[in-house]
DNA sequence: CGGATACTTGATGAGAATCAACCCGGGTGG
DNA sequence: CCACCCGGGTTGATTCTCATCAAGTATCCG
């Protein structure tokens, strides 16, 4: 909210009125199938209730870049689907501050934090000219009930979504900063791959800045970073344009912890679950 | 993987067997109704399969302090929901070091993230003994289909452990060192009240070191911020005792972020998505 | 061209990681 | 029973990374 009248007024001292920024978010004209959606969610078995009435039409919304999908605070129930593009999640800070929480990529989900009837902790923002699926909540139930397949793809998407975010964790947490840009670049690298691109050669959609927010560090610190994994010879950066050069090198520099700590830590015991006993009951 | 080895090499060298760890986790003999299950995870609502048969006992299960409930890298599908207690997800990077993800209190989710078929990629600790319901994928995907309240329920969840992971970036990412512990605290309070216990007197469940984790600072340091806090008077602490003295004040430390960022970023655009037109299709 | 934004690079100081010493409580074993 | 060890926690001294401030370049847009 902070963050929206700051814009705003940004918006007033530049004396620009933007008319058809309304039009950053609209719907298309074509629906996309239920099969294609699911599978760019990682369902690729057949749909059962594909020619059932209603159900094999979703809507299909575009977004512009740096368009705001989703607003924080806002309590609309939606569940949206990347189609193609990217989003980032950001949170803004009471101060202003921006924090950067997750780059969404296609197949991932945006807004299943308000699924529940609270309203969303977080923003989503297009990094790119971009489409999405548009699942409201009501239809959501009904569809769920007749359409085994999709339920497989939600679960699928909000485990990834679960996943990443430890992984995210995983990038800010204990390391030195190029460190982190090199798990970040590895980590980018490993998502493109699976959505069928090029590993080798990313192009960054979110700005230093945005990266510096996402592994918590300053934005020069990002540059110098790449800098530094450029003179070591791992990188290629050239703007927004990163290409791997060696990526046993960019490994390396992503593996050494700062912090390693004494491995005797006690606390993980060598018991596994599935040596208990089958359930009861 | 790694991680296993050290824990099992470490129990050698001190020539311990300890026989019992396999009781570590075990089915309770009592089973718990679905209705109670649902009220932890938030849905008052009346459930509307109630008396159908194998659907109002759900397995309960109990597991001891230091126990490991899910191994990273196991394929197990099993979803759990805390009922009593406490657990820490990690995972251990490469080099040994203990990556704290986030923590798990009653009304949480375990094992989601292997429910789509792939392996856990991080384990489950108890800090406490602890019960949880285990609810088995096959179960699962059977008993959803025929309670609509369950369904609810488990979206519920799965948005809060979503909201969750943007509150764990948030608390590690972009302030200074006391700030993010102020934060931890005041997260720790909020989900204590959101669980009926007391907002003022908090008991850590986790150690400094794992504390540390979390918010991707040294141990050292941790207690450090300890001190401060309570020299400044806005905690007492003792131990894993905590209590909060000033919440005002505490406050007012989580606030200051140290990246303050210039607000008139222009990445965030005056747009709202309800400012669209509505959906076609 | 001016203005704005993104990115890079340098200099400097502060804060935090690291190393190290210490206290304390609980468990083990003599 | 006491000495001992071990892990957890606290605190101090030192080093060094990184945030900050500042200046400079490149690109895009009106």
Redesign the interface.
Known sequence: MN??Q???A??H?RGIV?PE?????????R?GSLHEMLHRM?VDGPCSCQGEVGLD?????RVQQ??????EG?G?QTLYVVRSGSFK???????????V??LVLPGGLLG???????IH???A?ALEDSTLY?L?AHAL?SI??RC?AL??GL??G??????Q??????M???VASDARLARFVLWLSRRMAEAGQSPRHLLLRM?R??IA?LL?V?HETVSRSFSLLADIGCLRVAKREVEILDLRALQQRA???R???G???????????????????
Chains 1, 2 share one sequence.
């Not at 740096?66 to 607003?71: G, R, T």
């Not at 999640?89 to 924090?99: H, I, M, P």
């Not at 299943?112 to 609270?118: K, S």
């Not at 491995?263 to 009951?281: C, H, K, N, Q």
């Open positions: 963050q929206l700051v814009a705003s940004a918006s001292d933007v920024l309304r039009q950053r978010v609209a719907p298309m004209a629906a990682g039409a979703v809507p299909i919304w740096a368009a705001v999908l989703l607003h806002d609309a999640r950001v949170r803004s800070l009471e101060d202003g501050y921006e924090q929480l997750a299943v934090e308000a699924l529940h009837g609270d902790p977080s923003s923002v548009a409201p139930a769920q009930q085994p339920v497989e679960w699928r909000v485990s990834r979504q679960l996943a975010a430890a992984e995210t964790a995983e800010m947490a204990p700005g800045r945005d927010s918590g300053a593996r050494c912890t912090g390693w700590v491995a005797s830590e006690g606390v993980v015991v060598p018991l596994e679950a599935r040596d208990a006993t089958p359930i009861a009951a």
